[in-house]
């Protein structure tokens, strides 16, 4: 994880709530600039702290890296600006309590970059920033003064950190040399819920037992144990799936639900109701049986993938 300031004094409300970053390519003359150049650096699961109004006023995580992209529609906010220029995903959540960074200068003052630093040492920003990348330390003193840690930081979208895993461990499986390339083949194509691993789910289950659904073309074959944490065996095992509707799929993935070993869903304290109510759950519902194999797997992930109560 790297750390980044962004100031969005003019664009707060465009980027927090479109859940992105844009700048130019270059200033207006044509000439090269180190805070539009640091969008390039920007990595999936990178710290954003957003400033705006002298205040730290949200935190976000990057979920992939800058791509060209022309410049959104900020109104008449940046006229003046290229419309060729870098947009980066990041998803935003804003904090309860903003805090203001020259409260505390003193205390940030030894984490400050010498030449590239978002703040003056008198802890009023520097306007010619636009992405700024910060050290650990200074990003750790911000995160207390929200009374944030990083555990919580990273929940804003835990995906990015589970994808990032999922990532490592397709990598570590492409460069083995103890199995060929067709099977190299249907282990990666299992981590998408396809190929031989969705064929295997199929001749267990007939469809998403929540929803009705049973055309295959609108499911997602889900592990039950996560890709990243099974071993080749388990990454085909068709027992080790359930075929999902997309949300129902999403909600299962992310811990939010799971099920007892006779078919009753279980619900996540930290499912918010809206979402469950909206999606048309209900918790008394029972969805049948499943098999030994199943049963298996889903104590696993009851034990370790469900958010209990």
């Not at 600006?81 to 205390?107: H, L, N, Q, T």
């Not at 910060?134 to 929200?146: G, H, M, N």
């Not at 929540?210 to 095992?237: M, Q, Y």
């Not at 979402?275 to 199943?294: C, K, M």
Request: glycine share 10%.
């Amino acid at each position: 994880m790297r750390y980044w300031w962004v100031n969005q004094n003019q664009t707060y409300k465009h980027e927090v709530q479109g859940g992105f970053l844009w700048s130019p390519k270059r200033n207006r003359d044509g000439r090269r600039n180190q805070f539009y150049d640091n969008m390039m650096e920007v990595r999936a699961g990178d710290l954003v702290l957003s400033f705006c109004d002298t205040r730290i006023k949200a935190l976000g995580i990057a979920q992939g890296s800058a791509q060209s992209a022309g410049k959104p529609e900020f109104g008449n906010i940046g006229n003046q600006w290229d419309d060729d220029g870098w947009y980066v995903p990041v998803e935003f959540d804003e904090v309860a309590v903003p805090v203001r960074p020259k409260d505390f200068i003193d205390e940030l003052r030894p984490h400050l970059a010498d030449k590239y630093g978002p703040l003056q040492a008198d802890g009023n920003g520097k306007q010619a920033v636009y992405l700024a990348e910060v050290s650990q330390d200074f990003a750790e003193t911000i995160l207390r003064k929200l009374g944030a840690g990083f555990s919580q930081v990273l929940s804003l979208d835990d995906t990015t950190v589970e994808n990032a895993a999922d990532d490592e461990a397709q990598s570590a499986l492409q460069g083995r040399v103890d199995i060929g390339p067709t099977q190299k083949e249907q282990l990666v194509l299992a981590r998408r819920g396809q190929g031989i691993f969705k064929a295997n789910v199929r001749l267990n289950e007939r469809g998403c037992r929540i929803t009705g659904v049973t055309d295959p073309r609108f499911l997602i074959a889900s592990h039950i144990k996560p890709w990243r944490l099974c071993n080749d065996h388990e990454k085909l095992d068709g027992c080790n799936g359930l075929l999902l509707s997309p949300h129902i799929d999403r909600l299962f993935d992310k811990g939010y639900i799971s099920f007892d070993d006779d078919g009753a869903i279980l619900k996540s304290a930290k499912l918010p109701d809206m979402v469950w109510q909206g999606w048309g759950l209900v918790r008394e519902t029972v969805i049948g049986n499943f098999n030994h194999g199943q049963k298996v797997f889903l104590a696993f992930h009851r034990a370790n993938i469900f958010q209990g109560d």
